[in-house]
């Protein structure tokens, strides 16, 4: 490595850094997000009210039928248009506009939303009917059962799926670079344009998203034993 590209790779490691954890904190907030609307979605699609339960399988099926790039863009121009004609059509004339950051989170969160929906039904679904059976039979509360029974026995099935949309949502976050906010992706373009050194700020940039994998392989194969401990290996 000429001491050209030293320079230009110590002038561009803060903010590469930086983006390496806007990313983090776009996948967390978009994550979480993502786990209420998925169990929301899950509850819903195996209601026994068939409204509610129709609501859930068009939520599921209609979002991961919609690539994200497409409702990011919807979200950031679309969105931020509709916003202000109703706030204009209410009589005020503030100007809001949507950012990048919330874009992100809002859009990925929805979308994670509906894939965790179907991981956590079928996990739920898993769940041995007589564990459920014997949970009302002694009385318990929805809420009771649910943090009791349910989630403890849904966690070893739906770990694994949890993990594989983690890791697509670390990568997904790249996708907000269109609008131009500075994630990680985006810094490593600006980089690579600023000082035409392509191959080290991209493989840069690509590094970084293998620690962020390899990292959450480790704890998410350290949660699923714990939520397997007791349990025979397989």
């Not at 490691?13 to 996948?27: D, R, W």
């Not at 700020?201 to 620690?211: K, R």
């Amino acid at each position: 490595m000429s001491s050209y590209q030293n320079a230009g790779l110590l002038d561009w490691a803060a903010p590469i850094l930086h983006g390496a954890l806007v990313t983090l904190e776009i996948a967390l907030l978009a994550y979480a997000i993502g786990l209420g609307l998925g169990l929301l979605g899950a509850g819903a699609r195996l209601s026994a009210w068939p409204p509610l339960r129709a609501l859930g399988t068009l939520y599921s099926t209609l979002v991961r039928a919609v690539p994200e790039l497409l409702l990011i863009i919807l979200l950031y121009y679309a969105g931020t248009q509709a916003l202000n004609t109703l706030l204009n059509a209410l009589g005020d004339d503030t100007h809001v506009e949507i950012g990048g950051f919330v874009c992100a989170v809002g859009v990925l969160a929805f979308v994670q939303g509906a894939y965790m929906t179907e991981v956590f039904r079928g996990a739920i679904l898993a769940i041995p009917r007589g564990q459920l059976e014997a949970a009302d039979a002694y009385g318990f509360t929805r809420w009771t059962r649910f943090h009791r029974i349910v989630v403890p026995a849904m966690l070893p099935n739906a770990l694994p799926g949890m993990s594989n949309l983690w890791l697509i949502l670390v990568k997904d976050t790249a996708l907000i670079s269109v609008v131009g906010f500075e994630e990680l992706f985006f810094t490593a373009q600006q980089a690579a344009a600023s000082t035409r050194d392509y191959f080290l700020f991209y493989a840069a940039a690509g590094a970084l998203y293998l620690v962020m994998t390899l990292g959450s392989n480790a704890l998410f194969a350290r949660a699923e034993r714990h939520v397997r401990r007791g349990q025979p290996g397989l």
